[in-house]
């Protein structure tokens, strides 16, 4: 089976990208992970890829004069590797446009709400103000706009009469484990595509079930 080559940006502990590790693990996966990048030495998710055998480079930053140099870097280690899709998964850095735009529809984000709500930081905490009954989390491709672009998969998740920030937070990572792999298998396998601003799954394809890991309060 020829897999998809994926290139993983992560800024943080990279729970998400240890959920790719995971599903990449089967042979019966569709796709494999080439390289590991991080824009922070103290990355823990640059620990998880070694333990795996996998490449892991940091691209750090402060090491660069402005942000095209930066990305260039970026963009030189996803090219060396031959990366046909980039996952970002945690990158706490925003992407400027020259840089999407070299990896238009081939760049996928993972982000904790139910986009178009609630775009940018602390998304648990400002759900849980506004008093919604619901949170999610969105795979979507990336478009220069701040958390925007064609939507692959979501997720609703209710939110408890008792939820806190802390456990909608650790619940929201359960649906996102689950999510993050199966949006990345649609693709590799061509069930998906993007059509204008939206995305367009093959009429034969039926979309796993990522939405019912945690009972209904």
């Known amino acids: 089976m020829r897999k998809l080559r994926l290139g993983v940006m992560i800024s943080g502990s990279g729970t ?38 996998i490449k892991a480079v940091c691209i750090d930053h402060k090491s660069y004069e402005d942000r095209p140099t930066f990305e260039d870097a970026i963009h030189e280690c996803l090219s060396d590797h031959k990366v046909q899709l980039v996952c970002l998964a945690g990158f706490m850095r925003l992407l400027g446009a020259d840089f999407v735009g070299r990896w238009k529809d081939r760049m996928i984000n993972i982000h904790p709400s139910l986009l178009p709500s609630y775009k940018g930081l602390h998304t648990h905490a400002r759900a849980l103000e506004d008093g919604v009954k619901f949170a999610g989390c969105t795979v979507h491709y990336v478009r220069p706009e701040m958390d925007n672009g064609p939507i692959i998969m979501q997720a609703a998740i209710p939110i408890a009469p008792d939820e806190t920030e802390e456990s909608l937070i650790m619940k929201t990572l359960k649906y996102e484990h689950r999510m993050y792999p199966a949006a990345v298998k649609l693709i590799a396998e061509g069930k998906v595509r993007v059509s204008g601003n939206k995305v367009a799954v093959k009429e034969d394809v039926e979309l796993p079930e990522v939405g019912l890991i945690s009972p209904v309060p």
Do not use: M
């Not at 790719?20 to 390289?35: G, Q, R």
């Not at 030495?41 to 998880?48: N, Q, S, V």
């Open 16 to 53: 998400n990208l240890q959920a790719l590790i995971d599903a990449c693990a089967s042979e019966h996966y569709p796709a494999t992970i080439e390289v590991v990048i991080s824009n922070r030495p103290e990355a823990k998710g640059l620990d998880r890829a070694r333990e795996a055998g």
